[in-house]
């Protein structure tokens, strides 16, 4: 492949808040891919819209969108149609399995279990790990990849995820350590990163995610980003 088909710009986005944000009772009754956005979900999927359209100086983007509901409304509301050809519905860009129907008190106690062994390696009863995500992730990476290819290809490309996934593909893009991984929090609902594509044909990102807990990233970790 031609280092000059790469795009210039690789967007990720975390849906909107969901219902779910605000009332984590509705897992039991709910299955997590049907769950909607809220208004202010909505809104805030406008609002990076309006951002990620002046990034884009208004040209042709490809996306791919997990097909949870969340992550399609919020497709929806950033108000780019104009822009995207065809959005493709990628289920390995999908939110981690935690369950089926869930049950609160449970998914809490897994929750603090989970942090005690490990974000990447533990794995949710009838769910997945964070390192199932990475697997899943990987694999939409070599999908990627052949598109770039494509001699339409378009300079734009978003992807509209979930916070967990987002930290992933970063993860396996950028090639950082389970530690460092471990010691970031999950972007903000509507909030965005961008791989942005440097003369050399690297990407580095717009931004870092913040960090909740004490890790000092490698020179070739904290070369991520601008």
């Not at 000059?4 to 986005?13: E, M």
């Not at 996306?63 to 969340?70: A, E, N």
């Not at 593909?169 to 961008?194: A, K």
Request: charged share 30%; with cysteine; glycine share 4%.
């Amino acid at each position: 492949m031609g280092l000059s088909h790469r795009p210039l710009r690789i967007a990720l986005i975390r849906h909107g808040e969901s219902e779910a944000n605000l009332d984590k009772t509705l897992f039991e009754r709910m299955p997590d891919h049907a769950i909607p956005l809220t208004a202010r979900g909505h809104e805030q999927a406008a609002k990076a819209g309006r951002q990620l359209r002046e990034l884009f100086e208004n040209e042709p983007v490809r996306v791919y969108v997990s097909p949870y509901l969340r992550a399609r409304q919020t497709l929806d509301s950033l108000g780019l149609d104009d822009l995207i050809g065809s959005a493709r519905e990628e289920p390995r860009l999908r939110e981690q399995d935690w369950a089926n129907f869930q049950d609160t008190e449970d998914i809490e106690r897994q929750r603090k279990l989970r942090d005690s062994f490990g974000h990447f390696y533990y794995r949710f009863t009838h769910g997945e790990s964070g390192s199932d995500v990475y697997d899943r992730v990987s694999t939409f990476l070599e999908t990627m990849h052949r598109d770039f290819e494509a001699p339409d290809a378009p300079k734009n490309v978003l992807l509209v995820s979930h916070g967990l996934t987002m930290r992933l593909f970063c993860m396996r893009w950028f090639h950082w350590s389970v530690n460092f991984f471990e010691s970031l929090r999950n972007p903000e609902n509507g909030e965005t990163r961008v791989l942005l594509r440097q003369a050399d044909f690297r990407y580095k990102l717009d931004r870092p995610f913040e960090q909740w807990a004490s890790y000092q990233p490698t020179d070739l970790e904290r070369s991520a980003w601008l």
